[in-house]
């Protein structure tokens, strides 16, 4: 099945296109500086949702749910066009790209299926008023699908905490630490 393998392979595929991703990259201070910027947006992003998503308990419609029904995947492709950018090579994004674009999708398509399954008719009503990835502002103040899709009304920091969303934030710190050092052979050695 397709599900069953974009789980297997996404974060398997990850490791050796990480690599390979540091590996055609050609950062300077200026593509590095843009790319944080962007991969930081991101992480707002992902940090609103992480805020407001109770995983298996309630069909999240708040905050950026409201807004389109995969604000963390939203929040992941503007991480990765951060380091599509600040890698300074158009092969380096080329590989941030074919991941992005082979896995994302089927995730996607998955996931909605298992909500589907979850919540039937009020995930029903909430994809019919929400778009699935491109952000458009909600038709109702509220954001709120009904009497079972309430999610958290505002943000919370507890659920940020629950959901581990710091651990993104650590990542990519962690990854433009490598992205800097990749810069730094560059400019010692030419490759």
């Known amino acids: 099945m397709a599900g069953s393998w974009v789980t297997r392979w996404r974060v398997r595929a990850g490791y050796p296109l990480s690599i390979l991703y540091i590996a055609l990259a050609a950062p300077t201070i200026v593509f590095i500086a843009i790319g944080a910027a962007v ?3 991101g992480l707002i992003v992902r940090a609103a949702a992480a805020g407001h998503l109770r995983k298996l ?13 995969n604000p963390l995947y939203l929040g992941s492709s503007l991480l990765a066009a951060g380091f599509a950018i600040a890698g300074g090579s158009p092969w380096s994004a080329l590989v941030i790209a074919a991941y992005f674009l082979t896995f994302y999708p089927a995730v996607m398509k998955k996931e909605e299926a298992e909500l589907h399954v979850r ?17 458009r502002p909600p038709h109702r103040a509220s954001g709120v699908a009904g009497p079972k899709g309430n999610g958290e009304a505002h943000f919370s920091w507890k659920q940020y905490q629950r959901n581990r969303e710091y651990q ?3 990542g990519v710190f962690g990854a433009l630490l490598f ?5 730094l052979v560059r400019r010692r050695t030419g490759w």
């Open 57 to 69: 308990e309630t069909l999240t419609t708040s905050g950026p749910y409201a807004w389109t029904r």
């Open 119 to 135: 919540y039937g008719q009020s995930f029903d009503e909430y994809a019919a008023r929400v778009p699935l990835f491109w952000p």
């Open 168 to 170: 993104a934030a650590i």
């Open 179 to 183: 992205v800097y050092l990749r810069m």
């Open 39 to 41: 991969a930081a947006v």
